[in-house]
């Protein structure tokens, strides 16, 4: 199986904090600070607002980044693609990214842009489905395993095919935040070495919308967490 790799350059779009981002550049650095990872680098951040705490964390690792325009401003779309156009990087990252990206650079990008998401799709997912609000709506579902997907990015939200989905389970008395920072440790793995593999090559979206997946890679397993999440269930 090919690699998309070229210049092994990863951007990474957010919307909040950045906790997600952090934990990829903790993985693969940058190029003047490169990690212990070396399938990628972190090259650029491109936020949805000044107000993202993700661009503080840039800022101290020294990486550039981007502000968009409102969703509603025509210089939103045209912006997103020039920030892309610009680091050209071989794989976009939507780490807790909350807006729609365009059709268009969907389509651009398509099979080297992958997005985190803290369920298991297809359940939870969808439009307003995002932070507290999909911890809330797992808990009040009464279900007793959520997790982590980390799938590719097509036009629709949350209905691209999965990278590799972990569970995390719910705890009696959970409260929605209880969950999410249950979750949110599983993603702080799972994230960077699910972008690794699709770098790699070794998981890859082909022709028809399936993925395609080499060796010991599959939609629950391959990916070597550091630890399970029983160590850190309570």
């Known amino acids: 199986m090919s690699s998309i790799r070229d210049s092994g350059r990863l951007v990474v779009l957010a919307s909040g904090g950045g906790s997600n981002f952090q934990a990829l550049l903790d993985h ?25 705490g993700a661009i503080g964390r840039a800022e101290r690792a ?42 268009s650079t969907v389509r651009e990008f398509r099979g080297r842009m992958i997005n985190t998401h803290p369920a298991l799709l297809p359940a939870f997912g969808g439009r307003g489905m995002y932070g507290t609000h999909v911890h809330r709506a797992v808990i009040e579902a ?70 395609r997946r080499q060796g010991k890679f599959s939609v629950t397993g391959g990916f070597p967490l550091r630890s399970p999440w029983t160590v850190d269930a309570n």
């Open 62 to 103: 020294g990486t550039d980044h981007e502000v968009l325009p409102p969703a509603d401003d025509p210089e939103h779309g045209p912006r997103l693609e020039a920030a892309l156009l610009r680091w050209d990087p071989d794989l976009v990252v939507l780490a807790g990214y909350l807006l729609k990206v365009p059709a």
């Open 142 to 211: 009464g279900v007793t395993l959520s997790g982590v997907t980390v799938h590719f990015v097509t036009e629709e939200y949350d209905r691209g095919p999965a990278v590799v989905q972990w569970p995390v389970p719910v705890m009696a008395g959970d409260s929605p935040e209880d969950l999410a920072a249950r979750v949110l440790r599983v993603e702080h793995q799972l994230l960077p070495l699910a972008a690794a593999a699709v770098a790699s090559g070794s998981v890859a979206l082909v022709s028809g919308g399936s993925v």
């Open 28 to 52: 693969f650095g940058t190029d003047h600070a490169p990690g212990p990872a070396n399938e990628l680098r972190v090259a650029g951040l491109i936020v949805s607002s000044a107000g993202a």
